[in-house]
């Protein structure tokens, strides 16, 4: 829950942090947990906003892909008097385990946890030599995979699309030239490419790896297609009254969450040179200005708060609306040649 929580104002890989859950006093004034009511966890990490849901005497269905996570949980759950339930799936995976129309809340803290990020088997972090791994459920294709595999092309698209890198295609190059030579194993092996290609100006505030290591992240757990899913289900799952909060990270995670509140609050719009559109039905109300942000003496305690944005909203009587794409902002890589070998 406390997470490498970075974008462009910081070294989204830097060193350890203790765990401090981000914007938790907000967090807890939008989903308003209550005794009697079952709140989901979509992102329990270290427990931070289970804990403080469960202290505020709501019972918690808490996610997990990781199975360290769900195996360091297991001493809360026992402490919880059969108040916690942990789940190890994907939270898009939600409704496999909660009926529709079933909570009162679901909360989701997008990112990795500091927990991953601290490991260095885990290969999250170039401040740290590890595997070349980055994989959330320990499970399925790596990061090294795309580096060693995937053609110029698609690792282009994944670290400029994905993370935002300006100098992508050199990158990709370089990577191609250097795996002919030897493959790339660990995170320290590819941050030492990517300084010599992109090196470090005075005026940077963040490690040239930074945005590779972020997009590489990214695809290999499809982060922003489960967002995407993530955010569907839980409209389904939510009461008449239920409450839905987000608090994401990077640009990318924020503006799918900001399109679908937008759609599914907002009306459909027209124009007055053609037929009128039909007002849409909405899903969901906003509560209060949003994004909410961290304040200056959180972020002076937890530096990785400060670029953290929280979005809520609250669910209405209406059918849940069609799950779309169009809330995606990039085009859909889970595809790409990396899985094909």
Not at 95 to 101: G, K, N
Not at 276 to 282: D, T
Request: proline share 5%.
């Amino acid at each position: 829950m406390t997470v490498d929580k970075g974008d462009g104002d910081t070294d989204a890989h830097g060193g350890p942090v203790r765990h401090i859950p981000v914007l938790l006093r907000e967090v807890l004034a939008s989903l308003a947990p209550a005794p009697g009511e079952t709140i989901v966890d979509g992102t329990f990490g270290a427990g931070g906003y289970t804990a403080a849901i469960l202290e505020a005497g709501a019972q918690v269905i808490a996610f997990d892909r990781d199975p360290d996570a769900i195996a360091a949980g297991a001493a809360m759950v026992e402490a919880s008097g059969g108040k916690l339930t942990l789940i190890h799936d994907r939270f898009s995976e939600l409704l496999e385990h909660v009926e529709e129309a079933s909570l009162d809340g679901v909360v989701l803290d997008i990112g990795v946890s500091s927990m991953q990020i601290d490991e260095a088997d885990r290969g999250f972090s170039f401040m740290r030599d590890g595997p070349l791994d980055m994989r959330m459920g320990q499970s399925g294709v790596s990061a090294a995979d795309v580096v060693n595999r995937a053609k110029v092309s698609d690792m282009t698209r994944i670290f400029g699309i994905l993370g935002e890198e300006r100098h992508a295609g050199r990158i990709a190059g370089a990577i191609e030239t250097e795996r002919q030579k030897a493959r790339f194993e660990t995170t320290r092996q590819l941050a030492g490419l990517i300084e010599k290609v992109s090196p470090r100006r005075p005026q940077d505030k963040i490690h040239p790896a930074t945005r590779v290591f972020q997009a590489l992240r990214t695809y290999v757990n499809d982060e922003l297609g489960e967002l995407a899913q993530t955010l569907f289900a839980a409209e389904r799952a939510l009461k008449p009254g239920g409450r839905l909060v987000v608090v994401s990270f990077h640009s990318l995670e924020d503006r799918i969450v900001k399109r679908f509140f937008q759609d599914r609050a907002g009306k459909a719009s027209g124009s007055r040179h053609l037929p009128m559109v039909a007002e849409k039905v909405s899903t969901f109300t906003l509560t209060g200005k949003q994004p909410v942000t961290a304040t200056e003496a959180e972020c002076e305690i937890n530096p990785r708060s400060r670029s953290g944005k929280l979005r809520a909203g609250l669910r209405t009587a209406a059918p849940a609306g069609k799950a779309s794409a169009d809330i995606l902002p990039v085009p859909n890589l889970a595809a790409l040649a990396a899985h094909g070998g």
